[in-house]
T-cell receptor, first 116, second 113 residues
Framework: AQKITQTQPGMFVQEKEAVTLDCTYDTSDPSYGLFWYKQPSSGEMIFLIYQGSYDQQNATEGRYSLNFQKARKSANLVISASQLGDSAMYFC?????????????FGTGTRLTIIP | DADVTQTPRNRITKTGKRIMLECSQT?????MYWYRQDPGLGLRLIYYSFDVKDINKGEISDGYSVSRQAQAKFSLSLESAIPNQTALYFC????????????FGNGTRLTVT
């Protein structure tokens, strides 16, 4: 069965420092997608970044980058120059399944707190 | 206006009551999903629909039912609410394909007393 593991329930990081949020996944499918979502205290789910299993380069979106290590089955989110507004829950998720039947499965999340 | 709208935003109900959560979208996506979020468990898939005539159970469908009234509308019902269904419920939509992100509504916070 597919599984997403986020081993850091909570993290505290000084403002302006970089932070890495860990995510490992388990699947035997050759084709899958990895996503990161942010959930601020207001509760909404915000899509941050996507990495496809066949992508040769790591995905980047502004201050967000995804450190994709396929052999290790890890997809860590890196936030550069952290800001107070980055304080939130962060969820890693994997989309897999036969074409036309893909489903998204989430990890349990990491609560990130940025310290001024 | 939000692209994915959930109503109500908050609901308190009593054990045994039937309750419906509604979701509508203006994104033109074929696919719609219902997830519930519990502390420490992340988001778990309840039901999903890839088009109007397609309804599928997720990992935790017991005690829930859904209706896809139109491409843009997908409702979730709790036939007889129980306290362990107290949670934050999210509706989401997407295009088809493994690289299509889900777009979420703002959630419905349901409390069953």
């Amino acid at each position: 069965a597919q599984k997403i593991t986020q081993t850091q329930p909570g993290m505290f990081v000084q403002e302006k420092e970089a932070v890495t949020l860990d995510c490992t996944y388990d699947t035997s499918d050759p084709s899958y997608g990895l996503f990161w979502y942010k959930q601020p205290s207001s509760g909404e789910m915000i899509f941050l970044i996507y990495q496809g299993s066949y992508d040769q380069q790591n995905a980047t979106e502004g201050r967000y980058s995804l450190n994709f290590q396929k052999a290790r089955k890890s997809a860590n989110l890196v936030i550069s120059a952290s800001q107070l507004g980055d304080s939130a829950m962060y969820f890693c998720a994997m989309m897999r399944g036969n074409f036309g039947n893909e489903k998204l499965t989430f990890g349990t999340g990491t609560r990130l707190t940025i310290i001024p | 206006d939000a692209d994915v709208t959930q109503t109500p935003r908050n609901r308190i109900t009593k054990t045994g009551k039937r309750i419906m959560l509604e979701c509508s979208q203006t994104k033109g996506h074929d696919r719609m999903y219902w997830y519930r979020q519990d502390p420490g468990l992340g988001l778990r898939l309840i039901y999903y629909s890839f088009d109007v005539k397609d309804i599928n159970k997720g990992e935790i469908s017991d005690g829930y039912s859904v209706s896809r009234q139109a491409q843009a509308k997908f409702s979730l019902s709790l036939e007889s609410a129980i306290p362990n269904q107290t949670a934050l419920y999210f509706c989401a939509t997407s295009f088809r394909g493994p690289n299509s992100p889900l777009h979420f509504g703002n959630g419905t916070r349901l409390t069953v007393t």
